[in-house]
């Protein structure tokens, strides 16, 4: 795109404009970021691309009420977190969930040894699962902080709680998934 | 600082968000706390291995996918804006269904508006061939339900509940103690006073109430009588009851026929009232110029050829103006009836004025004429204003039938 330069701010001013083209900047921009949250929240490829594409749809349709209060990536990722955990109940709910596994961590992992790599992928595995059986606040805010690495400040605001909130919580989450984790430890340590 | 506090710390401090003074405090614990120290491994493993996991690439042309929809979205939004954004009016959602609902109501209202409007309607051929049916209350009630959608909104008191029917049945008794006719069925679709003060308001002329005192006395049948019969009863008289002589009914009669034929210039107002007169309104059969009740031959003697010959009687004088041809039709349907079911028919016929006397002649081939009242039912300005009379004739069964009959004054 011409204008990869110019801010979220401005290109958000221009969408508002009806320049539906600066959409597709703040698309590119950002893709990556909601994919991968939506995807380490719905632990499905598939189901989120799907809802990640919904995500920015919905953020098109409403961006005349975005006012630039926040930034517009923690505004974007409310909005992803609201729809992954709309998915995430409909999923529950058709049990349909399953743990993903579609290779894509192993390329991206890059090791070499294949068995190796098949405990890696096994460990990703029980991370995912882990990751998915957290309660889903506990999710989001470690998907945010320990994934995405979002400052505390900016978690709060997505999250709509103050900062001593978010410490708390991200305690209480680290915990819970500590002990989801806790038998792999020896083998993740044998792996890395 | 103890393990506690130390626990309560250990994701900040993880995270190196902790103050350089506090953080050193927890280092300088953990150094020293084997447990404290396990729980910080666990907790940095924890978050090595969620930090660890490999960032997925969206899917090949996602983002072409997203503007595409994007585009199809844009599309749809420059219809509405280009309805709305010229006018740089914003119109919340909240408003605009304010606004729908108003409108709406609106309608709505107008339609019933206009729905009670149509309640009033002219039937003039109906009323008379039915009204051997509506004698029976259940029936009244149950067509009264079904063709006038909202009756708690009609001033018609024909619809008044049965405990006001109740409340009528005494007045009705008292008044059959004193000059009940036996047999007599009660008028059936004569409306109140209520109901004439509201088609008053339709017609140019008043409506007057008939009050005779033959109307007011029920028949001891009372639960043959119909709810329009009995609020007349309860409903005070407009008019001192009328004597019941022949010879008057007769000066009257005559009277009417010598009424002036230029007052049938009126036949605007005339013919509109007329047709009010002619029909029901909302089921209700307005109030008759004569009461006539007929005692039929004996079936024996009675054939049919003497309906054949008061039809063609009156066809070979005036019946366009005297009897009309379905009126013909419909009093030979009466008296059918009457003679076969046995019971008391009512029916209601319109003749010019001038031909009331041949007709009666004509009604008395067919059986004797038992009671007719010694005044018109009606002398207001409605009935004067017109030249056609609206008679009601009630046809009783040949003695055979086993019809208790009218008595005679």
Sequence with gaps: ?192 | MNCQEVQKYLSEFLDGNLEVERSQRVSDHLAACAPCSEEMASLAECQRLVSGLPKVEPPVGFSNRVMAHVREAARKQSLWGRLFLPLRIKIPVQATAVVLIAVLAAFIYQKELRQRESVITVEPEKSPGREDKRDELTAEQARAGESIPDVTNLPIKEFKDSAQLQEAQPLAKSGNQNKGIPGRQPTPTTPSEDQVGSLATLAPAPLQEKSSATNEAASPSLEQSSPAAETRAEAPPLQPPRPEKDNVSKDVALERESLSYAETREKSVASSLDALRSGAVAGVALPSDHDLAIRLKDPARDDKATADRLETDFAQSERPSSLPENESKNLDRARQQAIQTGQVQTIWITIARNQYELFKKGLAELGSIEMEPSTPAKTDALSKSSDQLRIKIMIFPPPASGSPGPSHP
């Design chain 1, 1 to 192: 795109m011409h204008a990869e330069g110019i801010g979220d701010a401005e290109c958000v001013r221009r969408v508002q404009q009806g320049d539906t083209d600066s959409f597709e900047i703040l698309v590119r921009r950002h893709q990556r970021a909601i994919f991968n949250l939506v995807y380490r929240l719905l632990g499905d490829y598939d189901e989120a691309a799907e809802v990640a594409q919904e995500v920015f749809l919905s953020a098109y349709k409403s961006i005349g009420q975005f006012r630039g209060g926040a930034n517009f990536s923690t505004w974007l990722y409310r909005i992803g977190l609201n729809h992954a955990s709309t998915r995430r109940k409909s999923l529950n709910n058709a049990q349909q969930r399953h743990v993903p596994f579609d290779g894509t961590e192993v390329i991206a992992d890059g090791a070499v040894d294949p068995a190796r790599s098949f405990e890696h992928k096994e460990i990703q595995q029980r991370v995912q699962q882990a990751l998915n059986s957290l309660d889903p606040d506990d999710a989001r805010i470690i998907v945010l902080r320990d994934l995405q690495d979002v400052p505390y400040e900016n978690v709060g605001e997505v999250l709509d709680i103050p900062v001593g909130t978010v410490k708390s919580r991200l305690h209480r989450a680290r915990q819970a998934l500590k002990a989801n984790l806790a038998p792999y430890f020896r083998s993740s340590r044998k792996a890395s």
